[in-house]
């Protein structure tokens, strides 16, 4: 699969995960290795990947990385993508 870029990666799995309840289900419990699996990418280890479903009892707000971090810290744990920007 040829992602350009983060925003793209995320897009798609926001969407298969939409259309997909075995897919989302994988997605919440298991995000990193589905993820992994689905983009034909290694995440660097010791990067974490989280998924979170809103509700309509919960919203989840994510907030940027700590400005105070060092950018090539975050390059470092980003594995050199931007995927601090969101299009939400």
Same mark, same amino acid.
Do not use: W
């Given at each position: 699969?040829a992602m350009?870029n983060?925003?793209?990666m995320?897009d798609?799995?926001i969407?298969k995960?939409s259309e997909?309840?075995?897919f989302?289900?994988k @997605?919440? #419990?298991?995000?990193?290795r @589905? /993820?992994?699996?689905?983009?034909?990418i290694?995440i660097?280890?010791g %990067?974490t %990947?989280? %998924?979170?479903?809103?509700s309509?009892?919960?919203v989840? @707000? %994510?907030l940027p990385p700590?400005?105070? /971090?060092p950018e #090539?810290? @975050?390059?470092?744990?980003?594995?050199? #993508?931007d995927?601090?920007? #969101?299009s939400?």
């Amino acid at each position: 699969m040829a992602m350009q870029n983060a925003n793209e990666m995320r897009d798609h799995i926001i969407k298969k995960a939409s259309e997909d309840e075995a897919f989302r289900g994988k @997605l919440l #419990s298991e995000p990193k290795r @589905l /993820i992994e699996d689905e983009l034909g990418i290694t995440i660097p280890p010791g %990067v974490t %990947v989280q %998924v979170h479903e809103n509700s309509a009892q919960t919203v989840h @707000l %994510v907030l940027p990385p700590n400005p105070r /971090i060092p950018e #090539s810290e @975050l390059r470092a744990a980003t594995g050199g #993508s931007d995927c601090t920007t #969101s299009s939400y």
